[in-house]
């Protein structure tokens, strides 16, 4: 039996894309059963246009105002999808396919990525490609996610303290060429406070031996001047040095997200090698290692 998917979209001042973006979703060739909008306190006419979109939408549309008044933009942003995929699945969905307010999806995206997770029921989320395109200032971006967060193209051959010693030093996944199965997330759901939602659930999808790797493009990747997220927050070329200087301006920050690893991930890692290498010495060690 087929999952049942909704697709989850966040927005904040998109009045210049998401009419496209809206029907990319309704294009695709497995349609999803819900659309659910966060709307970040736009200040344009995004709601207008979602208002249309919504009355105009066959699929059930809805639209909700973010909870979320973060500063941290990473939390803020964590939280508004976290806030999108709660009331999906309080909607029924089984699937979730996430989406930024700014790409296109490619027309068989929801079809590929549920084929995926119907294909291996365990799993908690697939993480796909997707072609980068330039706008405005940035004309000349090519390219694919993967060339920026390159992940080992054995992936499903590690062994699962492998795999988590890689996602602990790289992103392996970006939210919007993601899908995930909220249901089998065992509580860790929940974004801790400076963490983006994409890098949290990637980390508890590893630990729950549930991360699913795809190398197919599902989307066109919009690259822009001034993104606060993106392509720019990836570290997979930084040495250990280079992981230590980035540590180093707030280095309060850093050890609160150690100690959420240690006691948020670690409580959910499946074996005792994976829970030994979320305590704090090798923690640590992970973060000097080259």
């Known amino acids: 039996m087929q999952s049942q998917v909704a697709a989850v979209l966040v927005t904040h001042n998109s009045e210049q894309w998401i009419a ?3 029907a990319s979703v309704l294009q695709q060739t497995q349609a999803p059963v819900n659309i659910v909008i966060i709307d970040d306190r736009s200040t344009d006419d995004t709601m207008k246009i979602l208002e249309q979109q919504q009355g105009l939408s066959p699929i059930p549309f809805t639209i909700q105002q973010a909870s979320s008044s973060a500063r941290n933009i990473a939390t803020r942003i964590a939280s508004n999808f976290v806030q999108g995929v709660q009331l999906a699945a309080n909607l029924g969905a089984d699937l979730v396919v996430l989406g930024d307010h700014d790409d296109t999806w490619h027309l068989d ?3 590929r990525q549920c084929a995926l997770l119907d294909q291996q029921p365990q799993a908690l989320m697939v993480a796909s490609d997707g072609n980068l395109v330039g706008s405005g200032a940035v004309v000349n971006a090519e390219g ?3 060339g920026t967060f390159p992940v080992p193209g054995d992936w499903q051959g590690l062994t699962p303290v492998e795999q988590l010693r890689y996602t602990l030093r790289h992103s392996i996944a970006t939210g ?4 995930l199965r909220p ?3 065992a509580g860790g759901l929940d974004v801790p406070k400076g963490w983006l939602h994409d890098r949290w659930w990637s980390l508890v999808a590893v630990v729950r031996s549930g991360m699913l790797i795809d190398e197919g493009i599902v989307i066109d990747y919009l690259v822009q001047a001034g993104q606060q997220v993106g392509l720019s927050t990836g570290s997979q070329s930084k040495s250990a040095a280079g992981r230590l200087a980035t540590a180093a301006p707030n280095p309060l920050q850093s050890l609160r997200k150690l ?3 240690h006691e948020h991930l670690r409580p959910l890692a499946q074996s005792k090698e994976q829970r030994a290498q979320l305590s704090w010495v090798e923690l640590m060690r992970t973060l000097v290692s080259g």
């Open 20 to 22: 496209k973006t809206i």
């Open 109 to 111: 995206r929801i079809k």
């Open 144 to 146: 694919t996610i993967r």
């Open 176 to 179: 919007g060429a993601s899908m």
């Open 183 to 185: 249901r089998h997330f």
């Open 259 to 261: 100690g959420d690893l």
